[in-house]
C-alpha cells in the first residue's frame, strides 16, 4: 500500500526533532537512506535512542561504539543537557531546559498545541454508527458512533477531507412487513412507539403478526415487491417509516453531543439503484460463478470449517440482492464518486469476514487500487457486570436513551454534591457534560478491540481513568487561575527548571505524538492514556510546586504550564467528543 503518511511528524516534540536529526547522520553512516534511529520515551531518561543497535549489525562494528559516534557528532549537544550511552548500545538522553521552554513557547503560542496540519491531505470515508431503521439502536450501534464521532474529529484535526456516513439498514424483505404493520397500526401510533424508540416492540409485533397471518405474508410480500418497483405511495409509507426511526436516531445523536445529522444519512437503500451494475462488473471482470443457483464468488484464501472455498453470495437464487452487494456497491462509491483515499468502517468484530470478503473481491475487481486503502476499525462488546452481554433488568437491550438519561442523573447526584454553590442551570450543564463524557470515555479509554464491562460506578469516579478525572483536572486548573486573579490568555516566559516542571514540560510536548499514534492505528484509547498520564503528572507538579504563592518569574513560568496543560486536556478531550468544564 502506498498511501502518504496520515499524520505529520512535529516540529515541537523533542523526540522527533532527535529523529530527525540522527536519522540523516545514521542514514550517511550506512550509505543509505531512510535509517530509522529509534527513539523512544524512556522510564531511566527523557528519551532512549535504540537505533545504533541494529545498524551497528548491519555494519558490522560494536553499537557501543557506534552510540559513541553519535555522541562524538555533536548533533545532540545543543538539544540534551545529558547524553550517555547505555546497556549493550542504547543512548539515554536528558534535554535542556532552555530546549523545553522554547519548544513550550512556540505551543503556547498557537491553538493547535503543536499538531501539525497534514501536508497531503486525504479523503477519509467513515462509515459509523449505522442502526437499523425499526430495530432498537443497541450498545453496538453506541460504540461504533462514538468511536466513530472520535475518529472523524482527528482526522478533521489533522486537515484530512472527513465524509461521514451513517450507513442505516434500511432497506430489505422485512421492510414489506414492517410497512404493512404501520398502516395496519395507523401512523400516529406506530409514529408514537417509534418516536419513543420502541423500536424492538414494533418489529416484534409485525414479526408475531407475520408468524400466524397469512393474510398479513401475502401483504407485506406484495409490499415488498411494490417498495422494489418504485410504487409512489409505497415510498411516501417507507419514508415515514425511516423518518420515524432517523428522528429518535438524531434524539440519541444529540444527547451524545456527537457530529452526526440527516445530511450524514448513507443507507443501504441508496445503493438499491448500484446493484446491477456492482452484478454486471463482476460479472465482465470474469468473476462470477454459481454455486447452488447462486451467484457467487471465491475470493482467494477465504475457507470454511471443512477447508472449502469460501464464497461471497452477492445474488440469491432469487434474483435478490444482499448486504454483500450492497456494501460491494458502497466500495465503488466512496471510491468512484467521493474519491476516497482511506475508508474506515467502524463495525463490530464480528462482521469482520464479512468485510474481509467485500474487501477482497472489491481488489480482484480492481475497484480498491492501491493506493486506496480500506479499513475494518473493529470493536468488542459491552458487558453488564456479569461479564455477559450487556442487557437491561428485565433482559431485554437497554435503551440507549436510558442510559444516557441515566448516565446524566447520576453525575448530577455528585455535581450537586461537590458543587453546591453552582447556579441550577451550570450544574445541570456541567452534570450533562460529566455524566456524558464518562460513558464516552468509558468506551474509548479501553482498546476498542477489547470488550468492556459497563460499570457505573467505574466511569463516573473522579478518580482513576476517566472523563470525570481529566474533567476535573481541567476545572481544577482554571479555578488556579481564578484564585490568582490571573488571565489564562497572557503570554508568559517559561522557566522550567524542577523535575516536576520539566517532567510536565515533556508530557506536554509529546501531545501531538500521542494524537499521530491515536490516528495511525485507529484507536483514540492512545489520546486517552495520553491525556491520563497527563493529568497525573500535572498532579505531581502541582504537589512538588507552588503556583500562586511562588513569586514572580517563577509564578509566571508555573501559572504558564498551568495554562498549557489546561489547554491540552480540553484539546484533547474535544477531539474525542468530550466537553471540558471550567468549573466543577
Ligand atoms: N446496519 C449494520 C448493523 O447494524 C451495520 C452497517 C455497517 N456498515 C456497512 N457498510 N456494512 O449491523
Known amino acids: 500500500m502506498s498511501s502518504p503518511p496520515l499524520a505529520v511528524a512535529s516540529l515541537t516534540d523533542p523526540l522527533e526533532l532527535v529523529a530527525a536529526r540522527l536519522s540523516g547522520w545514521l542514514s550517511a553512516r550506512a550509505g543509505r537512506d531512510g535509517v530509522d534511529p529509534v527513539v523512544r520515551p524512556s522510564d531511566h531518561a527523557d528519551a532512549q535512542v535504540n537505533g545504533a543497535l541494529g545498524l551497528a549489525k548491519e555494519l558490522g562494528c560494536a553499537p557501543r561504539e557506534l552510540a559513541q559516534e553519535i555522541i562524538a557528532s555533536g548533533l545532540l549537544d545543543d538539544l540534551c543537557a545529558e547524553v550517555e550511552v547505555a546497556g549493550p548500545g542504547f543512548l539515554n538522553l536528558t534535554f535542556a531546559n532552555d530546549v523545553l521552554n522554547g519548544l513550550l513557547t512556540a505551543v503556547a503560542g498557537s491553538e493547535r498545541l503543536g499538531v501539525e496540519q497534514s501536508a497531503s491531505p486525504q479523503t477519509v470515508v467513515i462509515d459509523y454508527s449505522a442502526p437499523n431503521v425499526a430495530k432498537e439502536m443497541h450498545v453496538g450501534h453506541l460504540r461504533s458512533t462514538v468511536i466513530g464521532d472520535a475518529l472523524v474529529r482527528m482526522y478533521e484535526s489533522l486537515g484530512h477531507r472527513v465524509i461521514r456516513e451513517n450507513h442505516i439498514g434500511d432497506w430489505g424483505r422485512p421492510f414489506g412487513m414492517l410497512i404493512e404493520h404501520l398502516l395496519d397500526l395507523g401512523e400516529d401510533v406506530a409514529a408514537a412507539g417509534l418516536g419513543q424508540g420502541d423500536l424492538d416492540g414494533f418489529y416484534k409485533q409485525a414479526n408475531a403478526k407475520f408468524a400466524d397471518d397469512e393474510e398479513f405474508q401475502r401483504r407485506s410480500r406484495d409490499r415488498v415487491v411494490l417498495l422494489q418497483s418504485g410504487d409512489p405511495d409505497t415510498h411516501v409509507l417507507w419514508n415515514r417509516l425511516v423518518a420515524m426511526s432517523t ?8 444527547k451524545l453531543g456527537v457530529l452526526l445529522t440527516n445530511d450524514d444519512l448513507m443507507g443501504e437503500s441508496q445503493y438499491q439503484p448500484l446493484m446491477a451494475g456492482t452484478i454486471e462488473r463482476l460479472s465482465q471482470a470474469g468473476l462470477m460463478q454459481e454455486s447452488d443457483g447462486a451467484s457467487v464468488v471465491f475470493p482467494p484464501g477465504f475457507t470454511n470449517r471443512d477447508g472449502d472455498p469460501l464464497p461471497l453470495i452477492v445474488q440469491a437464487k432469487t434474483g435478490g440482492f444482499n448486504y454483500a452487494t450492497s456494501d460491494l456497491s458502497c466500495v465503488i462509491d466512496r471510491v468512484e464518486r467521493l474519491g476516497a483515499n482511506l475508508m474506515l468502517y467502524v463495525i463490530g468484530a464480528p462482521q469482520q469476514q464479512h468485510l474481509e470478503m467485500v474487501f477482497a473481491v472489491a481488489r480482484m475487481a480492481g475497484w480498491l487500487p492501491d493506493n486506496v486503502a480500506a479499513v475494518h476499525v473493529a470493536f468488542g462488546n459491552v458487558l453488564g457486570e456479569d461479564r455477559k452481554m450487556l442487557r437491561s433488568r428485565s433482559g431485554d437491550s437497554v435503551k440507549l436513551v436510558e442510559l444516557l438519561d441515566e448516565a446524566v442523573e447520576r453525575a448530577s447526584a455528585a455535581v450537586n454534591e461537590k458543587n453546591p454553590d453552582l447556579s441550577t442551570d451550570e450544574r445541570a450543564a456541567v452534570a450533562r457534560m460529566i455524566g456524558i463524557g464518562a460513558v464516552k470515555y468509558a468506551d474509548l479509554s479501553t482498546d476498542r478491540v477489547r470488550d468492556y464491562v459497563f460499570d457505573w460506578n467505574r466511569m463516573l469516579a473522579f478518580d482513576g481513568n476517566t472523563a470525570p478525572y481529566l474533567q476535573y483536572a481541567h476545572a481544577r486548573i482554571c479555578s488556579i487561575f481564578r484564585r ?101
Open 484 to 584: 490568582a486573579e490571573e488571565d489564562r490568555s497572557v503570554d508568559r516566559r517559561f522557566a522550567v527548571t524542577e523535575t516536576a516542571e520539566h517532567d510536565l514540560a515533556l508530557k506536554l510536548l509529546a501531545y501531538p505524538s500521542a494524537v499521530a499514534d491515536a490516528l495511525t492505528s485507529n484507536s483514540p484509547h492512545k489520546l486517552c492514556t495520553y491525556l491520563f498520564e497527563l493529568a497525573q503528572q500535572f498532579t505531581s507538579f502541582y504537589e512538588h510546586c507552588p503556583v500562586v504563592r511562588a513569586e514572580d518569574a517563577i509564578r509566571e513560568a508555573r501559572l504558564g504550564l498551568c495554562n498549557v496543560t489546561a489547554q491540552t486536556l480540553a484539546a484533547g478531550l474535544a477531539l474525542l467528543g468530550i466537553d471540558a468544564p471550567e468549573r466543577m
Open 247 to 254: 428522528d429518535y436516531f438524531n434524539e440519541v445523536y444529540s
